[in-house]
Antibody, heavy 118, light 106 residues
Framework: EVQLVESGGGLVQPGGSLRLSCAASGFTFSSSEMDWVRQAPGKGLEWVSYMSPTGNNIYYADSVAGRFTISRDNARNSLYLQMNSLRAEDTAVYYC???????????WGQGTQVTVSS | DIQMTQSPSTLSASVGDRVTITCRASQSISSWLAWYQQKPGKAPKLLIYKVSTLESGVPSRFSGSGSGTEFTLTISSLQPDDFATYYCQQYTDYRSFGQGTKVEIK
């Protein structure tokens, strides 16, 4: 069974940092493209970042470029999102998701809540 | 960046209705278009990818069509489980989503 379990969310002050983790199981993580997607309260989905299986290709949304860093540890079947210089507008549920490339993003975790507030 | 625009933002319909949601891209995305369904408090669920390919396990009342910049998701006969919010996503140039279409009970 495919599973993605996010962790690391919480309450942080503006300007602070947070590191999200995503533990993957039930599929070959080391061969899988991965995404982070977020959803602000009452709002739609916003793609945040993408990483290829080996990490050779990495992309970010303009809204987080220069502040967020995606990474992975294929030996630990884990995906990460380091978030620095956090702003109130970064408040959202953050999902990690398996990206099948031409066959789109097919599986999502349950999400982890990030709240940026003083 | 490619902008995705869905219409309508909200749609009121009854069980059994045929429902169509439109998604327009700011530039051509070829066939790299997916549709997702999301219910409150839940993660999105992939319905359709590459414009018209039904994801495994998704009922055949869902279908997708279009090319280039204009795409549609059709639900042929709306069922009680289909009341949800639907998002289109392009994945030719990074990824981006439409703003969503909420299908509510009329």
């Amino acid at each position: 069974e495919v599973q993605l379990v996010e962790s690391g969310g919480g309450l942080v002050q503006p300007g602070g940092s947070l590191r999200l983790s995503c533990a993957a199981s039930g599929f070959t993580f080391s061969s899988s493209e991965m995404d982070w997607v977020r959803q602000a309260p009452g709002k739609g989905l916003e793609w945040v970042s993408y990483m290829s299986p080996t990490g050779n290709n990495i992309y970010y949304a303009d809204s987080v470029a220069g502040r967020f860093t995606i990474s992975r540890d294929n030996a630990r079947n884990s995906l990460y999102l380091q978030m620095n210089s956090l702003r109130a507008e970064d408040t959202a549920v953050y999902y990690c998701a398996r990206d099948r490339g031409p066959a789109a993003t097919d599986f999502w975790g349950q999400g982890t809540q990030v709240t940026v507030s003083s | 960046d490619i902008q995705m625009t869905q219409s309508p933002s909200t749609l009121s319909a009854s069980v059994g209705d045929r429902v169509t949601i439109t998604c327009r891209a700011s530039q051509s995305i070829s066939s790299w278009l997916a549709w997702y369904q999301q219910k409150p408090g839940k993660a999105p669920k992939l319905l359709i990818y590459k414009v018209s390919t039904l994801e495994s396990g998704v009922p055949s009342r869902f279908s997708g069509s279009g090319s280039g910049t204009e795409f549609t998701l059709t639900i042929s006969s709306l069922q009680p489980d289909d009341f949800a919010t639907y998002y289109c996503q392009q994945y030719t140039d990074y990824r981006s989503f439409g703003q969503g279409t909420k299908v509510e009970i009329k």
